[in-house]
Nanobody, 121 residues
Framework: EVQLVESGGGLVQAGGSLRLSCAAS????????LGWFRQAPGKAREGVSC????????EYADSVRGRFTVSRDNAKNTVYLQMNALKPEDTAVYYC??????????????WGQGTQVTVSS
């Protein structure tokens, strides 16, 4: 059974930083791309970042590029999202997901429960 457990969310002032973690189990971690998504109240879920399996290539939404960094530790079956220079518009529930393949263009398959990130102005 695939399990994804996010942690690291919280309340932070604008300009601050948080690091989200997502611990994964139930699949061959290094073979699959992992994505971070977020959903703000009243808005659709959006993709934030992705890191591919095998070569670790990364992708970012324009809104977070240069501020967020995604990484993975295959030995720990964990993917991270380092978020710097946070803005109030980054406030959302953040989810990690495992994609169906090793590429970031693959569809998300399983999701974590989410972690709340709140950025105060």
């Amino acid at each position: 059974e695939v399990q994804l457990v996010e942690s690291g969310g919280g309340l932070v002032q604008a300009g601050g930083s948080l690091r989200l973690s997502c611990a994964a189990s139930g699949f061959t971690f290094e073979d699959f791309a992992l994505g971070w998504f977020r959903q703000a109240p009243g808005k659709a879920r959006e993709g934030v970042s992705c890191i591919s399996g095998r070569n670790g290539g990364t992708e970012y939404a324009d809104s977070v590029r240069g501020r967020f960094t995604v990484s993975r530790d295959n030995a720990k079956n964990t993917v991270y999202l380092q978020m710097n220079a946070l803005k109030p518009e980054d406030t959302a529930v953040y989810y990690c997901a495992v994609l169906l393949g090793h590429r970031c263009v693959d569809e998300a398959d399983s999701w974590g429960q989410g972690t709340q990130v709140t950025v105060s102005s």
